[in-house]
């Protein structure tokens, strides 16, 4: 019987956790258009997760056009096709690899962070403070955070793709003395915008996944320290899971479109 108890505790669990998601998320989607706008908050946080996570995420896009070109090359060599390098890093990284890279890293800082911050709040009652003050936290909390990660992760993803391709370019123009403008006219050839925006299109429901998951596990955190760390741990893990359930979804759709 313990079994079945604690499959109807994790089920129940999954449930509650479910439906207070998308409570949350057409609760974000009513009191986004709803007024006051709070624009100097939703400038503040843009800057406090694009340009803070700038540096991670281009260190991070980088290295792996490094290690991607230095693994792929010797295979290649091997098969006389060395000179595809350019174009199957560059669609390999544009298509797949840049936008759920930088997500992820992004669902550890931001996620994490946003988790953290409204929880920490929650618990020291600052809400409840705001609620009884006559301002809308969810709106002023939620919504501008939300809205934030949503508009900067596309742009970090760009970045961090084109960073990722630099990296690429600098083994190849060391190991096979391949110019600037060889190597960037190759991965230029290759892209196309079926493999440009799905990509770009995709990266918004990532952001938004990663910024609603922190959101709510902030804004409905446990009393005590304890679940503050519970909060932005969880929003870690479930927007990680999320983000590879929507890229599946992503890709899914866009094969069959490629297919038509």
């Known amino acids: 019987m313990s079994g079945i108890h604690k499959i109807k505790n994790q089920l129940e669990t999954f449930l509650i956790e479910t439906g207070g998601l998308s409570f949350s998320s057409s609760r974000f989607f009513i009191e ?4 006051p706008f709070e624009f100097k908050e939703l400038l503040n946080q843009c800057y406090n997760m694009g340009n ?4 991670l995420v281009g260190i991070t896009n980088f290295i792996i056009g490094l290690v991607l070109t230095l693994q792929t090359r010797p295979t290649l060599i091997e098969f006389g096709a060395v ?5 199957m890093v560059s669609i390999s990284i544009v298509r797949e690899i840049g936008p759920i890279l930088t997500a992820l890293v ?3 800082r931001i996620g994490s962070g946003i988790g953290a911050e409204i929880g920490s709040m929650r618990v020291t009652e600052q809400i409840d403070a705001m609620e009884v003050s006559g301002t809308n936290p969810f709106k002023y909390l939620v919504v501008t955070r939300v809205l934030a990660i949503t ?3 596309p742009v970090l993803v760009i970045i961090g793709d084109a960073l990722a391709l630099f990296g690429s370019f600098l083994v190849e123009n060391v190991k096979g003395n391949v110019s600037f403008v060889l190597y960037f006219n190759q991965v230029f050839d290759s892209l196309e915008f079926g493999d440009i925006i799905p990509a770009t299109i995709k990266s918004f429901f990532f952001g938004f996944a990663i910024g609603i998951v922190g959101c709510f596990k902030g ?10 760390g ?3 741990n ?3 893990v479930l927007s990680s899971l999320l983000l590879f359930i929507i890229d599946f979804i992503a890709v899914f759709i866009t094969d069959i479109f490629y297919d038509l």
């Not at 000179?83 to 174009?87: G, K």
């Not at 804004?219 to 503050?228: E, P, Q, S």
């Open 52 to 55: 803070k996570s700038l540096l």
């Open 230 to 232: 519970k909060a932005a």
């Open 83 to 87: 000179s595809w390098m350019p174009s």
């Open 106 to 108: 992004c669902a550890g």
């Open 219 to 228: 804004y409905y955190c446990k009393k005590g320290t304890k679940g503050v």
């Open 32 to 35: 986004t258009f709803k007024r």
């Open 151 to 153: 508009l900067m992760l």
């Open 234 to 236: 969880s929003a870690v």
